[in-house]
C-alpha cells in the first residue's frame, strides 16, 4: 500500500467504540494515582512522592492543569489534520478536566500546604503575584466550565462563542504563573511556553485566513466599501 493510500485510510478512520474509555482513563487516571500516591505516603509512610508529598501533590496537579489545557486546544488541529471530526466531542471534556484539576490545584494548596490558614491564604495573595495570577487563571476557568453545557451553548449563542475565546487567556495566566513560581529549572515552563504559542499561533492564523476566504467569497452589498 502506498503512503496516500494509508493517509486516505487513516482519515476514513471512524471513532472506535473503545474511544470514549480510552478518554475517561486518559482524564481520570492522572489524578487517582497521585490520590492513590497522596494516601499510601500518608498512611504508610511510602514515598511515591517523595520526601514532600503535599509539595510534590500540588505540583503534579498543577502540572496536569497546563497539560489537559494544551490537550484541549490540541483538539482542533488534530482533527482537521487527521480529518477526524468526531474528536472535536473530546475538547470539551479535556477542557472540563484541566478545570477540575486547577480546582483540585487550590484545593491541594488551601487544605494540605496552608491546611485552610485564610490569614495565611490573604499574606500568599498580598505578596505573591504568582498566586494570584493563579487564582486569575482559575476565576477564568471557571464561567468556561459552567457555560459547557449543550444547553448553555444553545442559550448563549454568539455570546457563548464571545464568552469561550478567555479560553486562550487561560493558559497565558497559566503558563505566566508557572514561570513566576518556579525558582531554577525553567526547562519546564519554557517548553510549555512554546507549545502554547504554536496553539494560540494556529489557531490566530486559521481565523485570519477563514476571514480572508468569507471576505472574497461573499458578495460586496450594495453601497457598502
Ligand atoms: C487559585 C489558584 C491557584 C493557586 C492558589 C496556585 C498555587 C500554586 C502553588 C502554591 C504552586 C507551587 C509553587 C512552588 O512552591 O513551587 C503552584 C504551582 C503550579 N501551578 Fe498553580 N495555583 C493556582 C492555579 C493554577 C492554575 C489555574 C494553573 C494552570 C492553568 C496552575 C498551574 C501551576 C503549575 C504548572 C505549577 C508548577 C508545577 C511544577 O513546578 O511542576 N496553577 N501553584
Same mark, same amino acid.
Given at each position: 500500500m502506498t503512503w496516500s493510500a494509508a493517509w486516505v485510510r487513516v482519515r476514513a478512520l471512524s471513532r472506535p467504540r473503545w474511544w470514549p474509555w480510552l478518554v475517561w482513563c486518559a482524564v481520570l487516571g492522572p489524578g487517582l494515582l497521585v490520590a492513590a500516591a497522596l494516601l499510601s505516603d500518608l498512611l504508610r509512610d511510602t514515598r511515591w512522592l517523595g520526601a514532600n508529598p503535599v509539595k510534590e501533590g500540588e505540583l503534579r496537579l498543577g502540572t496536569l492543569t497546563i497539560q489537559y489545557l494544551a490537550a484541549a486546544l490540541a483538539i482542533t488541529p488534530l482533527r482537521r489534520w487527521l480529518g477526524w471530526n468526531w474528536l472535536q466531542r473530546d475538547r470539551r471534556t479535556f477542557g472540563l478536566a484541566a478545570f477540575c484539576y486547577g480546582l483540585a490545584h487550590f484545593l491541594w494548596y488551601a =487544605? =494540605? *500546604? =496552608?491546611? =485552610? *490558614?485564610l490569614a495565611q491564604l490573604g499574606t500568599d495573595l498580598s505578596k505573591r503575584t504568582y498566586i494570584v495570577v493563579g487564582f486569575a487563571a482559575l476565576l477564568v476557568m471557571l464561567p468556561l466550565a459552567l457555560t459547557s453545557t449543550r444547553a448553555a451553548i444553545a442559550r448563549l449563542k454568539a455570546r457563548w462563542v464571545k464568552l469561550h475565546r478567555l479560553t486562550y487567556v487561560v493558559p497565558v495566566l497559566g503558563v505566566t504563573h508557572w514561570w513566576m513560581s518556579v525558582k531554577a529549572d525553567v526547562g519546564q515552563p519554557a517548553l510549555y511556553s512554546v507549545l502554547f504559542a504554536v496553539l494560540l499561533g494556529w489557531r490566530w492564523w486559521h481565523a485570519r485566513r477563514d476571514n480572508s476566504l468569507h471576505a472574497t467569497t461573499t458578495p460586496a452589498r450594495a453601497g457598502s466599501h
Open positions: =487544605l =494540605l *500546604d =496552608l491546611q =485552610l *490558614d
